[in-house]
């Protein structure tokens, strides 16, 4: 598969790293919660309520599947807290890890040293994948010993290792002569005897596939993760067809900085010229023809859509007519609002050509029922213990107020009870996090009543709408009668004569 294949399969081995897990604003969530029949459940998978919403999304995920929709766009509208980043989070999960999936914000466009085309560009690209099938030559079989020994003396050769190990499988046995540095790889792996290991021949590396049934009783003790496995089969030395997965972007990195893939982890990827993505598009055609490669698309995820402007929108519109396209899913929680860029206002800031193009799924505000059923499963994800009155009165505080308030106060509220060194969060806790933090209906009052102590107040205070000027000025106004004109402060020739 010449110079594209031999690195990503060196990718591969560097992207197998240990994952830090957080508790995040959506971590609760593990899919759309939909039966065989794409049917929505009232509460399943973390996701509550919005039936109609899920199930749309549940139909655009099978539709996904199977390759039916490349090139479409979908856009989640709703108002806010009404759990549109959470039914995108959902899509991604259902897809699963094999679907690349790209979230980004339309904010963080205009934050990157690249242009906006670039920068959208590599988000298109990091959300296509492409599965490349290799035939590779591997060594497999059952561990039955292995011999290291250390050359001693004071020539070039002293403290190098030489060693052999025995292999085996149901039909035959052979003896491996073992290098130094195949030693420090099945030392890394920790190979013992009664292990089943994989040797792939082209790069030396050593995998563990797990612990060989016939010797499953010599193990005392095994961790979750260790595997039993039957002694394999046949000849010791066997093709194997592996199948490796990069993106577009990761390929573009690639080929073109002089350092090649170790570029995609020194985060400066810079602009990619277009003759280089259409020469490994070419390619990837050819592969995809020839059966060797085949293309996965997924899923871009652009959160605060209506933050793009009017060059944006262009381009969305033309790079969805693209063959390399992939699933666009956007969110937006804005109605009638100027487009970025233009004076012209349009539904969610969207131009009316693009939004033409668009699949809307609507989201309806919860239920007083559904936001209950939400803080119950977010308390559980961060391990607090609530009193029923207690969860009674934040979901009446989630209704009053917002979801998102309702979901911080959960965090807050059992600090509170931590330091009384209770064990469950009652109501007084509640209503302690509720005096020390306002919301935003609580801040806008407050502002109402003490606007003539702030500085620049611009709200009138007859009719205390927001936006319209003031009547009342800053104690620092320009306007004030201790204050000058600038044709009347004297000049430098005034105060010299």
Not at 472 to 477: A, E, F, G, I, V
Request: hydrophobic letters at 35%.
């Amino acid at each position: 598969m010449d110079k594209f294949s031999s690195l990503a399969t060196k990718f591969e081995e560097i992207r197998d790293y240990t994952r830090v897990e957080r508790i995040g604003a959506h971590s609760h969530i593990r899919g759309l919660g939909l039966n065989d029949l794409l049917e929505p459940k009232e509460v399943s998978q973390g996701m509550v309520g919005q039936l109609q919403a899920r199930k749309a999304a549940g139909i655009i995920v099978q539709m996904i599947r199977e390759g039916r929709i490349a090139g479409r766009a979908v856009l989640i509208a709703g108002q806010p807290g009404t759990g549109k980043t959470a039914l995108a989070m959902g899509m991604a999960q259902a897809l699963g890890s094999e679907t690349p999936f790209t979230k980004i914000a339309g904010s963080e466009l205009f934050s990157l040293e690249l242009s906006k085309t670039e920068a959208l560009n590599q988000a298109f690209r990091r959300s296509i994948g492409v599965r490349m099938k290799e035939e590779v030559e591997i060594i497999e079989g059952e561990v039955v010993e292995i011999q290291v020994d250390r050359q001693v003396g004071s020539g070039p050769a002293a403290g190098k290792k030489t060693g052999k190990i025995i292999l085996k499988t149901t039909d035959m046995e052979t003896v491996y002569e073992l290098g130094n540095k195949m030693i420090e790889s099945l030392a890394r792996e920790s190979v013992s005897a009664g292990d089943v290991i994989s040797i792939d021949k082209s790069t030396g590396k050593v995998t563990k596939l797990g612990h060989s049934f016939s010797k499953s009783r010599d193990y005392d003790a095994m961790g979750s993760t260790s595997r039993i496995v039957q002694c394999p089969e046949g000849e010791i030395q066997k093709m194997k067809q592996v199948v490796h997965q990069v993106t577009l972007h990761e390929i573009d990195v690639i080929n073109s900085r002089q350092q090649g893939f170790l570029a995609l982890f020194s985060g400066d990827t810079g602009e990619i010229k277009n003759e280089i993505r259409e020469q490994i598009d070419e390619r990837i055609t050819d592969w995809i023809e020839q059966g060797k490669a085949e293309l996965v698309p997924g899923v871009l995820f652009i959160d605060e859509v209506h933050m793009l402007d009017i060059e944006c929108f262009a381009f969305l519109s033309r790079a969805l007519e693209s063959e390399m396209a992939p699933i666009l899913v956007m969110a937006t929680n804005r109605g009638f609002t100027r487009i970025r860029g233009t004076n012209y206002r349009a539904p969610h800031g969207i131009p009316i050509d693009l939004l033409d193009r668009l699949l809307i799924i609507a989201t309806k505000p919860y239920s007083e029922k559904e936001l209950k059923q939400i803080i119950q499963i977010r308390c559980e994800e961060e391990d607090v213990n609530l009193t029923d009155d207690a969860l009674s009165l934040l979901t009446t505080i989630g209704m009053e107020t917002s979801l998102r308030y309702a979901m911080y106060t959960i965090t807050s509220a059992a600090l509170i009870c931590a330091k009384r060194r209770s064990m469950q969060v009652e109501t007084e806790d509640i209503k302690k996090s509720y005096s020390l933090f306002v919301d935003a209906k609580r801040s806008t009052q407050f502002l109402h009543e003490y606007q003539r102590e702030y500085l620049f107040n611009e709200v009138d205070d007859e009719e205390g709408g927001m936006g319209r000027r003031s009547t009342s000025k800053s104690p620092l106004d320009p306007s004030k009668e201790e204050f000058h004109s600038v044709s009347e402060v004297p000049t430098s020739m005034d105060v010299s004569s």
